[in-house]
T-cell receptor, first 114, second 113 residues
Framework: NAGVTQTPKFRILKIGQSMTLQCTQD?????MYWYRQDPGMGLKLIYY???????DKGEVPNGYNVSRSTTEDFPLRLELAAPSQTSVYFC?????????????FGPGTRLTVL | AQSVTQLGSHVSVSEGALVLLRCNYS??????LFWYVQYPNQGLQLLLK??????LVKGINGFEAEFKKSETSFHLTKPSAHMSDAAEYFC???????????FGPGTRLSVLP
């Protein structure tokens, strides 16, 4: 049971390039999330998904896209990288019930856009 | 809209001293409250959570937090700090489970020998 895995761990992009951040969970969780973490700031929700085929915007979705074709995978796509997207990106998953809603986090992807 | 504030972006304590990290929230309905810890270059790990029931919640590594509705607070404490407690701590709130998870800005805890 690996939990939530993310690839790559580090990436440097040039302005205008595109890339996909991968996220996979093996806990059969129906909810998945993408956050970004900027220095001195808390986590900001980019997108989330409540199940395969269903996604919705979070607080800071501009410049990103997501898809959820399977329960396990929730990739995050950057189409035209900008310096403002330099951040650490965390994927998380959960299986909310009436009495619990714990999010499990991956180790993060550190992205630098130059 | 929900929000979370954490008083003090950086807290320093001596080893063996009391740890107190403050968290206040705003929520229009009864909240679910969480504390997460983040060690350098790692993801977030759940310390403890309050959903319903007992307002004093015990978590891992000797931490505990008390939900005080009248004060809209959920402060994190540990009686005796250990060097291994040095990390970033985040308070979070949600009232619509699975969605609208809001994190505070975090408090960096340093433990001095």
């Amino acid at each position: 049971n690996a939990g939530v895995t993310q690839t790559p761990k580090f990436r440097i992009l040039k302005i205008g390039q595109s890339m996909t951040l991968q996220c996979t969970q093996d806990m059969n969780h129906n909810y998945m999330y993408w956050y970004r973490q900027d220095p001195g700031m808390g986590l900001k929700l980019i997108y989330y998904s409540v199940g395969a085929g269903i996604t919705d915007k979070g607080e800071v979705p501009n410049g990103y896209n997501v898809s959820r074709s399977t329960t396990e995978d929730f990739p995050l796509r950057l189409e035209l990288a900008a310096p403002s997207q330099t951040s650490v990106y965390f994927c998380a998953s959960s299986s909310p019930t009436a009495s619990s809603d714990t999010q499990y986090f991956g180790p993060g992807t550190r992205l630098t856009v130059l | 809209a929900q929000s979370v504030t954490q008083l003090g972006s950086h807290v320093s304590v001596s080893e063996g001293a009391l740890v107190l990290l403050r968290c206040n929230y705003s929520s229009s309905v009864p909240p679910y409250l969480f504390w997460y810890v983040q060690y350098p270059n790692q993801g977030l790990q759940l310390l403890l959570k309050y959903t319903t029931g007992a307002t004093l919640v015990k978590g891992i590594n000797g931490f505990e937090a008390e939900f005080k509705k009248s004060e809209t607070s959920f402060h994190l404490t540990k009686p005796s700090a250990h060097m291994s407690d040095a990390a970033e701590y985040f308070c979070a709130v949600t009232n619509n489970y699975g969605q609208n998870f809001v994190f505070g800005p975090g408090t960096r805890l340093s433990v001095l020998p």
